[in-house]
């Protein structure tokens, strides 16, 4: 039998061997999700004036224990208790604000890429309409249980049992434009789950066309359930052109590690790699996709600081989280060369000393450097202070600048590769 080609995969190959970046150009983008740096100026219509995630997750905790970011210049940023500003730091340094409305990751990603939204995803404080919700029983065939804003964990505490016995899905919401469905796994499956995931997909659009619908399953029985691996994020397709399809259209390669190839569907990605949880993202994420990568861009995002810590008020184990993944950075020497770009930042705020249990409004920590080899922040860096960023898209214009792809006006931002003073 002749073996079946993949057309697909074979032009995507052939774009990358005819283009691509400049010789051993690679970036590397790092996404802690939910680790704010301050309020945004607009952050009051949020209810989120005054929130300031780092801040207030070292005060909490007595002072944070994260040498290789003090090193890169995290504390060069903003005051932080325990991260003195470095007078020499290694990284170039800043923060980002926020055009789009909104303080949620889709919004947050999507600008990084260089789209910014004119209007905010739509969010029910008053849980979904007849309108929506009827159509999905009727999908679901049962009623539905919750439909209201709530913590995950606890409505799934509070509703677990009468699933359990019904057999009705879970409906729930937040602060942000998200439709989550919550079911035991030996009660809803994970296919059937995941179905109906995908049916509330096609029926939330046009004004109700949410960001994302979760699933969220778990396991257990009453007063002893827990969260299962097998959450999957059914986002909203970008709603035009992003840093990703620019790249990818190029003959760059783009890998995305976990939720990140979600968050944009599936859209601009050359190689995709799934990871759930911190630790997976390192081991079988982003170490894997350096191994792999010739060059292009890897775009990971650790999700842990704002699941299991920003939203469950836990500055104690949000701090122990970036100690976490101060230790992470360390181990990263042996697999950057020369000419590696690397990028921290965020994609919103998530204050775990904040009322309530949402994201909040805030701008987002920026450190960026170009290894020179040897170590993770090169033997010979040149830092600059690159102030405030009046959008989170000046750094998609800055990796495209740096990959060697022209923007010509498709994609948001303005690229500040030129004040970094980069070795070559």
Not at 92 to 109: L, V
Not at 221 to 226: D, L, V
Not at 305 to 315: I, P, W
């Amino acid at each position: 039998m002749m073996p079946v080609i993949d057309e697909k995969k074979l032009k995507i190959e052939r774009q990358l061997q005819e283009k691509g970046p400049p010789p051993g150009r690679r970036v590397l983008l790092l996404i802690l999700d939910g680790v704010g740096i301050g309020s945004l100026p607009d952050a009051a219509r949020y209810g989120d004036e005054g929130a300031a995630t780092l801040q207030h997750v070292s005060a909490a905790v007595g002072g944070l224990k994260v040498p290789r970011l003090q090193e890169l210049g995290l504390g060069n940023i903003a005051p932080l208790e325990g991260v003195p500003s470095h007078p020499f730091p290694r990284a170039s340094y800043g923060r980002m604000a926020f055009r789009s409305p909104g303080k949620d990751t889709t919004t947050g990603h999507w600008e990084i890429a260089g789209l910014v939204l004119p209007y905010p995803f739509p969010v029910y404080p008053h849980g979904f309409p007849p309108e929506i919700i009827d159509q999905f029983q009727r999908v679901a065939g049962r009623k539905v249980l919750g439909n209201r804003p709530a913590s995950g964990t606890a409505i799934m505490e509070e509703l677990g049992e009468e699933h359990m016995k019904t057999g009705s899905p879970i409906v729930y919401t937040s602060a942000d434009s998200v439709f989550q469905i919550a079911a035991h796994e030996e009660v809803i499956p994970l296919e059937k789950l995941y179905f109906l995931c995908s049916r509330a997909r096609e029926l939330l659009s046009g004004k109700h066309a949410v960001s994302r619908v979760i699933a969220r399953p778990f396991i257990g029985t009453p007063g002893n359930f827990k969260r299962t691996s097998g959450r999957r994020d059914f986002s909203l397709p970008p709603l035009r052109p992003t840093m990703l399809d620019l790249l990818s259209s190029d003959g760059v390669e783009v890998t995305l590690v976990g939720k990140v190839n979600e968050i944009f569907s599936g859209r601009g990605t050359t190689r995709y790699i799934p990871a759930r949880g911190d630790n997976t993202v390192v081991e079988l994420g982003v170490l894997k996709a350096l191994k792999a990568s010739r060059g292009g861009l890897i775009w990971a995002n650790f999700g842990d600081f704002d699941s299991l810590y920003g939203h469950r008020n836990d500055a104690e184990g949000f701090a122990r989280a970036l100690n976490i993944f101060d230790t992470f950075l360390s181990r990263l020497s042996e697999h950057l060369g020369p000419r590696d770009l690397v990028a921290i930042t965020a994609d919103h705020g998530c204050d775990p000393t904040w009322p309530g249990t949402d994201h909040t409004r805030e701008y987002v920590p920026l450190l960026i450097w170009q290894c020179t080899g040897g170590d993770i922040v090169g033997n010979h860096p040149r830092s600059v202070s690159l102030g405030t960023r009046s959008t989170a898209a000046d750094l998609g214009a800055t990796i495209m600048d740096y990959l060697g792809v022209e923007n010509g006006g498709d994609i948001s931002g303005t690229s500040f590769l030129d004040e970094l003073s980069l070795p070559g």
